[in-house]
């Protein structure tokens, strides 16, 4: 839809995810008219807040980037300012060649500046290797390359599977001698192609961080949970008029145009002042407009039996469970599977690029103790190389990470684990007991903890992670181009730009603005996509 500023027409936003919400939000405030859709029970996506032995706790994502905007001023805006807080401590481990040691300092997602940088989690010979890398000739990074790939020829394989992996692996739960520099460590790779050196990119790149002289946290949590945000989303979209509609299947996907269209549709744009040229979302019915802003029901019938006089004046028609609705402008925010399965008809090349992302899946293991039986050692829990052969990739002490469960939960301690990556099928086929079980042998391992739960919960995340592999922006490019061609339609979420909560936030906006005809956003998400960092020792 070609837009030339805000106005009151009838966007269809697919998905209610935190991506979806967030549009939906953003799409309100500058006056639209808005129907979310949802295929499940609930709102928030990978965000699910619940409890566990009485206590709230995250069963999703549970720490989001701060040093980006658009997380913690969504956050703020909808209410949730005296809700933020930063962990309680940063402070994180590496399980690694049989000990837990401290998270090294001075890298940049894995990589270091300096050998030194590494000591005591690499070998004499792999510290040694590092060395190497200023005297070795330039590599080329072309358009792109997997960041284990580069790393490894230019420091050794050993910085790679013993920290560049795990901290990779946490985000993406991916593999990483296949996922892309461009799009998971942009900065890397844009110092990469201007450097000789690896190492002195690095430090180049941490000297400018330390000069912007970034202060505050750099991650941040909400009181209750993360997964509060959504809810509080939510909350706000009903409030100031939008709707959401849970346990909706959008079925079909279809553009439509006016009576005596020779086309699919001209689009209408937002006029300025927030009128809309040509209604949005309504029916004429001879000199009135009868406004379906839930749309038409199917006994109304599709657009082609309705008179003349009384077909809808709109751009597209989404059928979602018993209804048919008609908007102006729809905004896409579900995962790419489910996109691709939407577009076959009127994007069949975007729909070919979108089937084509593959998916990680993972399981967390949360686990709740009587605080009296438990010792851990300090800190915001440990992350573990796929190298070193353990079931587990990582736990999170979320009681010593967050303070507020622990000021909630005084007699009680809750971690958790996370299990499961890229290409790994044989541990997710296991059942919640068994998943129980190899959590508690690993942890036992790691930190001597011999107790009993005194409650459990897995919750598995089917597909719940995309994947980027090398030449993911070139695809996502590809993907944003043939749905510019289709006016009125945008697409957003975790399988574009980044797959952390301020990216898919960051998506939503641009989403919007390229419905309302500003196309600045999409481009510049295209072009640097937002790195999702590891926080700590969380997944």
Same mark, same amino acid.
């Given at each position: ?8 027409? !009838? ?32 709102? %928030? ?7 566990? +032995? ?32 930063? $962990? ?9 060649? %049989? ?48 960041? %284990? ?30 996922? @892309?520099?461009? @799009? ?76 005596? @269209? ?35 029901? $199917? ?7 309705? $008179? ?18 008609? +908007? ?10 489910? +996109? ?54 990582? @736990? ?90 289709? $006016? ?32 600045? %956003? ?11 960092? !590891? ?5």
């Amino acid at each position: 839809m070609s837009a030339t500023g805000t106005g009151s027409g !009838h966007v269809v936003v697919i998905g209610a995810g935190i991506a979806g919400l967030a549009a939906a939000h953003r799409l309100l405030q500058r006056g639209a008219r808005v129907t979310v859709l949802e295929a499940s029970d609930r709102v %928030g996506g990978k965000l699910l807040p619940g409890e566990i +032995a009485g206590a709230r706790v995250d069963f999703g994502a549970e720490s989001m980037l701060a040093r980006r905007p658009e997380a913690v001023a969504l956050a703020r805006e909808i209410g949730l300012t005296d809700r933020l807080q930063p $962990p309680a401590t940063a402070t994180a481990s590496l399980w690694t060649r %049989g000990a837990l040691r401290p998270m090294p300092k001075g890298h940049v997602m894995g990589v270091p500046g300096t050998a030194a940088a590494l000591t005591g989690v690499l070998s004499d010979e792999g510290l040694a290797r590092i060395e190497r890398d200023a005297d070795l000739p330039r590599t080329e990074v072309g358009e792109d390359v997997a960041v %284990g790939e580069y790393v490894a020829a230019r420091l050794g394989r050993e910085v790679v599977d013993r920290l560049v992996e795990p901290l990779l692996g946490g985000v993406y739960a991916g593999d990483a001698y296949r996922i @892309s520099m461009r @799009s998971a460590v942009p900065q890397l790779f844009q110092a990469a192609r201007t450097h000789d050196s690896l190492t002195r990119a690095v430090r180049e790149i941490q000297a400018k961080a330390a000069a912007n002289q970034q202060t505050g946290p750099v991650f941040m949590g909400i009181a209750g949970g993360v997964g509060s945000l959504p809810l509080a989303v939510a909350e706000s979209v009903r409030e100031r008029g939008g709707e959401i509609l849970t346990g909706m299947p959008v079925k079909e996907l279809r553009r439509v145009g006016p009576p005596g @269209s020779d086309s699919a549709g001209e689009p209408r744009a937002f006029a300025p002042g927030g009128s809309a040229v040509g209604g949005f979302g309504a029916t004429r019915a001879g000199d009135e407009s009868v406004e379906h802003g839930a749309g038409l029901r $199917p006994s109304d019938g599709p657009p082609s039996q309705l $008179p003349a006089a009384a077909q809808p004046i709109a751009t597209w028609r989404v059928l979602a469970g018993d209804r048919a609705l008609y +908007a102006d402008a729809v905004v896409i925010a579900v995962p790419a599977p489910a +996109a691709g399965t939407l577009l076959r008809t009127e994007s069949p090349a975007a729909a070919a690029e979108l089937t084509a992302v593959e998916y990680a899946s993972m399981a967390l293991v949360t686990l709740a103790y009587r605080r009296a039986d438990v010792t851990l050692p300090a800190g915001s829990g440990f992350l573990v190389p796929p190298v070193d052969g353990r079931t587990i990739k990582a @736990s999170t002490f979320a009681s010593q990470k967050w303070g507020w469960i622990a000021d909630e939960n005084p007699d009680l301690l809750v971690l958790r684990t996370s299990v499961g990556r890229y290409g790994e099928t044989e541990i997710l086929q296991r059942e919640d007991a068994e998943l129980v079980d190899v959590s508690r042998h690993d942890l036992r391992e790691a930190t001597a903890l011999d107790a009993t739960p005194v409650e459990t919960r897995v919750t598995r995340w089917n597909d719940g992670l995309p994947q980027y592999p090398v030449g993911h922006h070139a695809r996502v490019a590809r993907i944003r181009e043939h749905v510019g061609k289709l $006016p009125g339609l945008a697409v957003c979420g975790a399988v574009y730009d980044g797959v952390g909560i301020p990216a898919c936030i960051a998506s939503a906006y641009a989403a919007v603005d390229q419905i309302q005809g500003d196309l600045r %956003g999409v481009q510049e998400l295209t072009a640097n996509p937002v790195q999702s960092l !590891h926080g700590g020792a969380g997944e």
